[in-house]
Every structure is written in structure tokens, then in C-alpha cells.
Nanobody, 115 residues
């Protein structure tokens, strides 16, 4: 059984920073790529950033230069550092894992950016 838990969401003002974390647990877990997606009300879920097992990253154009994704393979954790947050970053953020046996999602963590 694979468990995926996100943490770090919250409410903050524009220009602020937040760090999201994702922790994966399970027996003999081997995680390939990991990523963050987000979904705002009335909109489709969209990719924020992904990271390969060897650390290669890609970012949505809307977050390039503001967000930084990293991972710790030994701990099966991933962190998303979000700086210069904007109201349009308000969404539920979901952790996604790609494992040999399939794809897994967390339940999401809410990020709200508002003055």
C-alpha cells in the first residue's frame, strides 16, 4: 500500500513564500518521477512542476523563476519552494508519484494567496 501525504499549505499575502512537502511511504518503495499539480475551482488540474529520479526538473511557464522543486530519494520526499506568490497561484496542490506499479496521488493541500 502506497501512502502519499502533502503538507505545508496555508493562507498568505501576495509576495509571500511557502514550502510544500510531499512524503511517500510504502513497502520497498521505488519512486520514479514526482510532481506537483494544482487545481483551482472551475479549472482543470494542471502541472506545476515535475522532477525525475535523477533530479531533472520542468516547470509550468507561470511558475518559472518563482518555484523550485527538489527531492530526497533516500526519504522519498519532495519539496516545492514557492516564492513571490500571486493570487493566481491559489489552488489545491496535489502531489503525484510515478512508480513502477502505477501512479499515485495525494489528497491535496490548499494554498490561498490573498490580500
Amino acid at each position: 500500500q502506497v501512502r502519499v501525504v502533502e503538507s505545508g499549505g496555508g493562507l498568505l499575502q501576495p509576495g509571500g513564500s511557502l514550502r510544500l512537502s510531499c512524503a511517500a511511504s510504502g513497502r520497498s518503495l521505488v519512486v520514479n518521477s514526482m510532481g506537483w499539480y494544482r487545481q483551482a475551482p472551475g479549472r482543470q488540474r494542471e502541472l506545476v512542476s515535475r522532477i525525475s529520479r535523477i533530479g531533472g526538473t520542468n516547470y509550468a511557464d507561470s511558475v518559472k523563476g518563482r518555484f523550485t522543486l527538489s527531492r530526497d530519494n533516500a526519504q522519498n520526499t519532495m519539496s516545492l519552494q514557492m516564492n513571490s506568490l500571486k493570487p493566481e497561484d491559489t489552488s489545491i496542490y496535489y502531489c503525484n508519484l510515478n512508480l513502477p506499479g502505477g501512479e499515485y496521488w495525494g489528497r491535496g493541500t490548499q494554498v490561498t494567496v490573498s490580500a
